[in-house]
């Protein structure tokens, strides 16, 4: 079993960047397909970005493509989300899953705050 641990949150203005890390423990990380989730309050938990094992298949949510970019690196069991250009609407509780195939359960981390101010 993997454990993953966000971290890089905070509040930003409209405009700037923030990384976000998604670390992990356990398990060999490189197994995992492992994406990013966002909550805005009142919303539903949508999914923004996926990565698979070996980080050369990358999926984007269109409101954040060509802002956002999430990648990997393996020696460090850790994913990224690069995201710039902040927009107001990208205030959420952001949240890093990992799990080994298509329709196996998540894994979910606790979630880091992000908050773009306009």
């Known amino acids: 079993q993997v454990h993953v641990e966000e971290s890089g949150g905070g509040l930003v203005q409209a405009g700037g960047s923030l990384r976000l890390s998604c670390a992990a423990s356990?398990?060999?990380?490189?197994?995992?397909?492992v994406s990013w989730f966002r909550q805005a309050p009142g919303m539903e938990r949508e999914l923004v970005a996926a990565?698979?094992?070996?980080?050369?298949?990358?999926w984007h949510k269109d409101s954040v493509k060509g802002r956002f970019t999430i990648s990997r690196d393996n020696s460090k069991n850790t994913v990224y989300l690069q995201m710039n250009s902040l927009k107001p609407e990208d205030t959420a509780i952001y949240y890093c899953a990992a799990r080994l195939e298509v329709g196996a359960e998540w894994t979910w981390g606790q979630g880091t705050q992000v908050t773009v101010s306009s």
């Open positions: 990565i698979n094992w070996s980080g050369d298949g990358a």
């Open positions: 356990g398990r060999t990380f490189s197994d995992y397909v």
